[in-house]
């Protein structure tokens, strides 16, 4: 499964953090400000019903027939709608007052003595209600406020509202970019660093420049890190070259003290004579040892310059192979080119290249008794060399861990196969590398294993 990059979780969490935070914040707003408006008007609305059922029953007591004029001017000066019911008739009513507006519950209590108010919602609009009785007349009043003003303002306050949510959201999500960024860049940088590291670049440092306590913590323990493994891996390639120059000492007067009784074979007894082939097989396995030791030290060290030159990779194959053949006294395997192929052109050390065809081929005749073919193949822009061998394969757990130093596969601990100093195919991929290259391990089409590299063409031209 496929992990989100910190620095998405990062951003999603500051954007809907700031989203989530100023929604609440404009919601509980909009609802405060939403009650006090209305609780404000309705309190105003209130104080004028009762100042005009005042008029309402000063009219009625001195001039009844002026009460439709005085309900007029009333609703011209409050925008609202007044009711008047005497005797449980509608004695008079404003041009636009309608019986609809005021419940039954509220007649019912008007009715009964007792003064009422009531917000409801009428056709999609909010009306405010008040009953006044005027007992003295026998007359209740009922005004009816619309609040199509404060619904207006309250419809302006939420679009100013979510706007500014809005507003904050992407504040909140730029603010979040920013700290993302500076979060993330150091994880960055630590892990660029980590990868050129990796790729052989130990050179490579972090640069202190940063004022926070935490990335300078980061950044020098990165490099004191870098700083000991490098020395860990100096101090190990010394050892192993300085080891690797005082046994070749001892290893030549070893090797010759064994071929002077090479010579006098016939002198031994027969217990001798398979004392001295152990001992001359032990040596051969022990000077491979030491040189393939000086070998990997050298390289890494670089006391070994690179001599790359532009190459035939045709010819230069047939000419490893000849070469490895001769040194190991093995029977040449054919080299195969493939159709179209033509005669492309590779970059290498011309040496290190010879070096990696006789370590594949010695470690065929090693383990998997002998290698069938070199198979040359163009794989778009790359040069493909197939070392094809008749064993049983390479396990496909082993398929990474056989190019790694003093591993040593199955077969190798078979001792009646083959004993091998685990050290070839590393450098067969050291070198590989050097030239830009790579080598994989899989299965070959004759059933053996198949030991691939891949070069980079510098040129091709045709057969």
């Known amino acids: ?3 989100r990059s910190l620095r998405l979780r990062l951003l999603v969490t500051f954007g809907l953090g700031a989203f989530v935070i100023s929604s609440l914040f404009a919601s509980l707003t909009y609802i405060g400000v939403k009650h006090l408006l209305i609780s404000n008007q309705q309190q105003t609305d209130l104080r004028q019903s009762y100042v005009n059922a005042a008029l309402v029953r000063s009219t009625l007591y001195s001039s009844p027939t002026e009460l439709f004029d005085l309900l007029n001017s009333i609703q011209k000066a409050t925008a609202s709608n007044v009711l008047v019911q005497t005797h449980n008739e509608w004695l008079a009513r404003s041009n636009r007052a309608s019986t609809i507006d005021v419940s039954s519950a509220t007649i019912k209590t008007v009715g009964a003595g007792h003064a009422t108010e009531q917000t409801r919602n009428a056709g999609g609009h909010i009306i405010f209600v008040v ?5 003295s007349v026998e007359t209740q009043v009922f005004e009816v406020f619309q609040l199509d003003n404060l619904e207006h303002t309250l419809r302006v306050l939420a679009l100013v509202l979510a706007l500014g949510a809005l507003f904050t959201s992407i504040v909140g999500m730029s603010g979040g970019i920013w700290v993302t960024r500076r979060t993330v860049r150091p994880l960055e940088e ?7 590291i990796a790729e052989g670049a130990l050179t490579t440092r972090l640069q202190v420049n940063r004022s926070d306590r935490e990335v300078q913590q980061l950044t020098e323990s990165f490099n004191q890190m870098v700083s000991q493994l490098v020395l860990r891996l100096e101090r190990d390639a010394r050892f192993a070259s300085d080891v690797s120059h005082e046994l070749r000492s001892p290893l030549t007067t070893l090797a010759t003290t064994a071929s002077v009784l090479q010579q006098h074979r016939e002198d031994l007894t027969a217990a001798g004579r398979e004392s001295l082939d152990l001992l001359v097989a032990d040596l051969s396995i022990f000077q491979s040892l030491v040189e393939d030791l000086l070998e990997m030290s050298r390289s890494d060290a670089g006391a070994v310059p690179l001599v790359m030159e532009s190459l035939s990779a045709i010819e230069l194959v047939r000419q490893s192979v000849r070469s490895a053949a001769r040194r190991h006294g093995i029977e040449e395997p054919p080299v195969e080119i493939a159709e179209g192929v033509g005669d492309p ?3 290498v050390d011309r040496r290190r290249f ?3 065809i006789t370590n594949l081929l010695d470690n065929a ?3 998997a008794e002998g290698a069938v073919a070199l198979r040359v193949d163009v794989l778009g822009t790359q040069l493909a060399v197939n070392v094809d061998d008749a064993g049983s394969g390479v396990p496909r757990d082993e398929h990474e861990q056989v190019f790694e130093r003093f591993f ?5 601990h078979d001792r009646g196969i083959a004993r091998g100093t685990g050290l070839g195919l590393a450098l067969v991929r050291d070198h590989v590398s050097a030239f830009g290259g790579t080598i994989t391990v899989t299965e070959s089409p004759d059933g053996g294993a198949r030991f691939q590299i891949l070069l980079p063409i510098v040129k091709s031209e045709p057969s």
């Open 354 to 356: 010879e070096r990696v």
């Open 131 to 135: 009953g006044v009785p005027i007992p």
């Open 1 to 3: 499964m496929r992990r």
């Open 408 to 412: 040593r596969g199955r077969a190798a």
């Open 190 to 196: 630590v892990s660029y660093a980590a990868a050129l």
């Open 365 to 367: 005749h090693r383990y």
């Open 345 to 347: 052109l590779v970059l």
